[in-house]
Nanobody, 116 residues
Framework: QVQLVESGGGLVQAGGSLRLSCAAS????????MGWYRQAPGKQRELLAI???????TYVDSVKGRFTISRDNAKNTVYLQMNSLKPDDTAVYYC??????????WGKGTLVTVSS
């Protein structure tokens, strides 16, 4: 069973930065892509960023230029560097792995709270 474990969340002031990590229990090269999602209270889960096995990245417009997704294949870890954080970024952040088409595996999430 694949396990994904997120870490790095916490409380930060607006304008600050955090780096989230997602450690996988297996080689992340087994997956076509890794992604970061978030879910704010009362809102649907939204996809923020994707990184493919080849290193290609895509971002949702709301985080483009502020967030950076990266991967360390040797450590089986994916990162999300978040800069210029805003109160609207407050949410639970989830890591996910995609084998082919579907996002098959999910972590339990890490809470990010941005104070104004």
């Amino acid at each position: 069973q694949v396990q994904l474990v997120e870490s790095g969340g916490g409380l930060v002031q607006a304008g600050g930065s955090l780096r989230l990590s997602c450690a996988a229990s297996t080689s992340i090269l087994n997956f076509a892509a890794m992604g970061w999602y978030r879910q704010a209270p009362g809102k649907q889960r939204e996809l923020l960023a994707i990184i493919t096995s080849g290193g290609f990245t895509t971002y949702v417009d709301s985080v483009k230029g502020r967030f950076t997704i990266s991967r360390d294949n040797a450590k089986n870890t994916v990162y999300l560097q978040m800069n210029s954080l805003k109160p609207d970024d407050t949410a639970v952040y989830y890591c996910s792995a995609r084998e082919v088409v579907d996002w098959n595996y999910w972590g339990k999430g890490t809470l990010v709270t941005v104070s104004s």
